[in-house]
């Protein structure tokens, strides 16, 4: 047990539930030999890490008990007899210990042999001891059985096994010369995040996924199982990010991933419902105003960045005769992909551009203009998913341009397949 708690305080492990069952076993040692003040100290480790431990608040009154301090011990009773059961065996072995306080304070040797054993036969599944996990050797080949056990035992659905194992392996990778083992270290955080979305534990998943990336950018697994993570949390524009780079990295193999495809159509899903709440109740803000405000100065500079661009276009949502001002005159349609290059346009912005084209299509802007503007649009980063997250009316816009634009190339028959390509509603 010692050595268990070494290593969690060593190297910064997170599970709070099981170096709280290793301080409340090894409580339960020092008890058996007689050492009842380590046994407290230990007790109180074992609840800052899992306050709900039961066992360890039990094993803390026996230990305050054997010290002479009746009154704390008679607390930390009460609190275990509160939360389990009236009549349980943990309620009968708590009630008598609280019982022997109340008549004399001192500590009674038979009891506390009744006590210990009933606990022990009584304890929580979930309290068990941690899984029994050698020793790993700070050697390439231990690291790699060590590997291989946390895989069977994953294979086999001991998910709290694998987890054991994988992070003593970690341990011993720490120990190695810095960089020999980063593919390792990827491998075995991408397998944490594994278990740990089987588990459903997805911000524990997160983390893992996020280790597995910093020790190896390209680790796919890592990836996919971060995007999966994300999703589950909620964060869902840094989940589409993620789900979209491993796609392409199956595009660029030739392959195809129907799993991935799948994530990425319920993502969509998840950010199209947010969009649409968002918009109507911007919507439902901009029919209470009653004072229009006055439109701001337009910008007579081209945007530096696409941040710049997107705040520009958030100042003059109002004011759409502005607006058609600034895209016409500060921001040429071939300046858009280089804006966008590597990070991608809200789904907001882009439905106000495509707004601002349409409704002036054939006004104060030529049709060939809004089709130049459109083209480039496409060219901007993550265009296809962006496009898709559009409304129905967006989307029809969208068409229209397309189908009005007029050139004397080709260029424009180009483009009008383009957007029929696109997963638009």
């Known amino acids: 047990f010692s050595a268990g708690i070494i290593l969690y305080s060593k190297y910064g492990m997170k599970d709070s539930k099981m170096l709280s069952v290793l301080h409340s076993n090894r409580a339960l040692a020092s008890m058996k030999t007689g050492d009842t003040r380590s046994a407290e100290a230990d007790c109180s480790s074992a609840l800052d890490a899992n306050p709900n431990n039961l066992k360890a608040l039990y094993r803390r009154?026996?230990?305050?008990?054997?010290?002479?301090?009746?009154q704390d011990a008679m607390n930390d009773l009460d609190i275990v007899m509160h939360r389990v059961p009236i009549g349980s065996d943990q309620y009968k072995a708590a009630e008598a210990l609280r019982k022997d306080l109340d008549e004399s304070g001192t500590p009674r040797a038979e009891v506390d042999a009744v006590v210990l054993e009933a606990e022990e036969e009584t304890a929580p599944v979930a309290d068990n001891a941690p899984p029994q996990v050698g020793t790993v050797d700070c050697t390439a080949e231990a690291?790699?059985?060590?590997?291989?056990?946390?895989?069977?035992?994953?294979?086999q659905g001991e998910t709290d096994i694998a987890l054991a194992w994988y992070d003593a392996a970690l341990c011993a990778c720490q120990k190695m010369p810095s960089g020999s083992c980063s593919d390792v270290i990827a491998t075995l955080q991408s397998n944490k995040a594994g278990a740990y979305v089987r588990t459903e534990n997805w911000k524990e998943a997160e983390a893992a996924a996020d280790a597995a990336l910093t020790a190896k950018p390209s680790n796919m697994k890592a990836l996919w199982r971060r995007a999966v993570a994300r999703s589950e949390l909620g964060q869902l524009d840094t989940a589409l990010k993620d789900v979209a780079a491993v796609l392409e990295d199956y595009n660029t193999k030739n392959k195809e991933s129907p799993e991935a495809e799948d994530l990425k159509a319920r993502i969509l899903a998840k950010i199209k419902v947010r969009q649409d709440q968002r918009r109507a109740e911007l919507s439902t803000q901009h029919v209470r105003k009653v004072v229009r405000s006055r439109a701001p100065p337009v910008p007579t500079t081209p945007p530096k960045n696409g941040y710049e661009f997107q705040r520009i276009l958030n100042s003059l949502k109002r004011h759409p005769e502005a607006l058609t001002e600034y895209l016409k005159k500060s921001v040429a349609p071939t300046l858009l992909p280089s804006l966008f290059q590597k990070s991608a346009m809200e789904t907001d912005i882009l439905a106000q551009v495509v707004s601002c084209l349409h409704s002036n299509m054939g006004g104060a802007l030529e049709p060939a203009a809004c089709g130049e503007y459109l083209k480039f649009l496409l060219k901007t980063k993550l265009a296809d998913i962006q496009f898709a997250m559009l409304s129905a009316e967006e989307a029809t816009q969208v068409r229209d341009i397309a189908k009005k634009a007029t050139a004397d190339d080709a260029s424009y028959t180009l483009l009008q397949k383009e957007v029929s390509s696109l997963k638009m509603p």
């Not at 009154?61 to 009746?70: C, I």
């Not at 690291?143 to 294979?155: D, L, S, T, W, Y």
């Open 143 to 155: 690291i790699e059985e060590a590997k291989a056990a946390g895989n069977r035992a994953f294979a």
């Open 61 to 70: 009154a026996q230990a305050r008990r054997s010290l002479g301090r009746a």
